[in-house]
């Protein structure tokens, strides 16, 4: 697809793409011109290996902020065979930022959790960046407990920068929704994969965030804080977000070498921004793979094995001796 949002790092890349595409429009090219265009398509493979190999935390979350980085809607349309939405959390309203629904995966029915940021302003406006109220959380539960009802498995992606920051957010119970759905997710008794496909930021991410299988996208990143947040924290100012960004650990190697998540979905040559079909290829494969796997558990193991998985986060040592 054709990307228009170019990051710094990757700028050679597109210069180098716009030469081929020159050589290429070239009638009657000559042998010494069918050469360079082999030389110059495997110096652009290269390239994109050489670089996205090598990016640093923060270059990563560039990446995962991507504008044209494929959102929740986008895998919707091309991973789910069918999908019909669930409105409303049964108290106060519909956020926009969390989609619910009925979903088909190979034929097999879900229940789809996702968080939407949109693209242009005005969808972003609707979607509040991705930043869910509370409202969002509770209905995200509320269609979470009708599919342990049913039965049905549940799959959820994240990608969202935070939960909602604001005033009336709170007043609302933001904090107390977002740790209801963390304890009640624990308890369902039904297969819950969670995969983050951008951002994973603090609790707006934990709050359907508990599963079975835990997977981040190579390029995404999922942290207990954003870097801009934890640099204003640490260091009193924003333009510290790239030594945070490093101290955090949060890309999707880190979190797998350090054991909090179970698979990173490797990512097209040069991100998911640019081939979005190939990469719902790669998280379809992913998530029909882990659904089959987890079909079979019975229903209480399934909930002790998640307990037990979310224990094993972290170090900690203890003395037995009185604090």
Not at 68 to 93: I, N
Not at 188 to 200: A, Q
Request: proline content about 4%; glycine content about 8%.
């Amino acid at each position: 697809m054709s990307v228009t949002t170019q990051l710094a790092f990757e700028r050679p890349i597109y210069e180098l793409e716009e030469q081929l595409k020159k050589i290429e429009q070239e009638p009657n090219p000559t042998a010494n011109t069918k050469d360079a265009i082999r030389n110059m398509r495997l110096e652009i493979t290269r390239m994109k290996r050489e670089i996205f190999e090598n990016l640093d935390a923060w270059e990563t979350v560039m990446v995962a902020r991507h504008q044209e980085r494929p959102q929740t809607l986008d895998y919707l349309e091309l991973v789910f065979d069918e999908f019909v939405e669930l409105h409303g959390d049964k108290a106060m309203g519909d956020d926009r930022a969390i989609l619910t629904g009925f979903a088909k995966l190979d034929g097999q029915k879900v229940m789809f959790v996702g968080q939407q940021k949109g693209r242009t302003l005005q969808e972003r406006t609707e979607c509040y960046y991705g930043c869910a109220h509370p409202e969002g959380y509770r209905k995200a539960l509320s269609k979470m407990k009708m599919a342990e009802k049913f039965g049905i498995p549940i799959i959820c992606l994240i990608d969202t920068p935070g939960a909602y920051p604001g005033i009336k957010a709170e007043e609302h119970g933001q904090a107390y929704n977002i740790a209801l759905n963390l304890r009640e997710m624990a308890l369902l008794k039904t297969p819950i994969i969670c995969v983050v496909i951008g951002e994973g930021g603090s609790g707006g991410a934990l709050g359907i965030g508990i599963g079975d299988h835990i997977s981040v996208l190579q390029f995404a990143y999922y942290s207990v804080i954003t870097p801009e947040g934890c640099a204003g924290i640490l260091w009193k100012d924003v333009k510290f977000a790239n030594e945070a960004a490093n101290a955090l650990k949060f890309t999707s190697q880190n979190l797998l070498n350090l054991g909090i998540i179970d698979e990173v979905i490797p990512e097209p040559l040069g991100g998911a921004h640019r081939d979005h079909r190939q990469m719902a290829t790669a998280l379809k494969a992913s998530l029909s793979s882990n659904l089959k796997n987890l079909t079979g558990i019975p229903r209480d193991e399934l909930v002790d094995r998640r307990y037990e998985k979310f224990r094993k986060i972290g170090m900690f040592h203890e003395t037995g001796e009185p604090v």
